[in-house]
């Protein structure tokens, strides 16, 4: 099946510096990605959605200046979080979805990174 | 935007059938209905997805009202495994997006 690699899968990170997270989809081109973030004993909250070679479209409340997202290849997309504070401290997942297959396929998610900001 | 309704939580004796009930009585005639079941501090898990008739695969069953206003995702023999939160997603009611509702967590009973 197909395969979303996610990386790192935890990180912890002091307060005020930046932390990187990656999301390769490993077997199929992914011409959209999604982003959430879920704390503790809740569901998952959709942050963006990032389209290949284009600007990512975030959803009302979400910083962009802070969740910095980068799609430059059809396998990978980056989400940066900028001057981390504590209250970034959560579980973030990504999952792409099959070029030109538009939600008649499934989304495909990776394993989380856990982010501690201490 | 369609809506999505799943009870809070559920809980079933292992290795017995399980159903899963979503409302989704606003969904759209093109809209196809997506499930998903996330394990702790595991990102989420594709299960089954459909459009009108039901759908079978080596998982689960979907089972599609004939109105499509609700469904049913039915674990045929539940395990220890199956203990996660369960989504009902339908992606183009809510603007082509993948939006998470509360989702039923079950809970397996050895």
């Known amino acids: 099946g197909a395969v979303v690699s996610q990386h790192p899968s935890r990180v912890i990170c002091k307060s005020g510096t930046s932390v990187k997270i990656e999301c390769r989809s490993l077997?199929?081109?992914?011409?959209?990605m999604f982003w959430y973030r879920q704390f503790p004993k809740q569901s998952l909250m959709l942050m963006a959605t990032?389209?290949?070679?284009?600007?990512?479209?975030?959803e009302q409340g979400v910083e962009k200046d802070k969740f910095l997202i980068n799609h430059a290849s059809l396998t990978l997309s980056t989400l940066t979080v900028t001057s981390a504070h504590p209250e970034d401290s959560s579980f973030y997942i990504c999952?792409?979805?099959?070029?030109?297959?538009?939600?008649?396929?499934?989304?495909?998610f990776g394993n989380g990174t856990r982010l501690t900001v201490t | 935007d369609a809506k999505t309704t799943q009870p809070n939580s559920m809980e079933s004796n292992e290795e017995e059938p399980v159903h899963l009930p979503c409302n989704h009585s606003?969904?759209?005639?093109?809209?196809?209905i997506h499930w998903y079941r996330q394990l702790p501090s595991q990102g989420p898990e594709y299960v089954i997805h459909?459009?009108?008739s039901n759908v079978n695969n080596r998982m689960a069953s979907l089972a599609i009202a004939e109105d499509r206003k609700s469904s049913t995702l039915i674990l045929h023999r539940a395990t220890l495994r199956d203990a996660a939160v369960y989504y009902c997603?339908?992606?183009?009611?809510?603007?082509?997006?993948?939006?998470f509702g509360t989702g039923t967590s079950l809970t397996v009973i050895p």
């Open positions: 999952s792409a979805l099959r070029q030109g297959r538009l939600f008649t396929s499934p989304l495909h």
């Open positions: 077997d199929f081109q992914a011409t959209t």
């Open positions: 990032s389209n290949e070679g284009s600007k990512a479209t975030y």
């Open positions: 606003t969904i759209s005639g093109t809209d196809y």
């Open positions: 459909g459009l009108t």
């Open positions: 997603i339908l992606p183009l009611s809510t603007g082509n997006q993948f939006y």
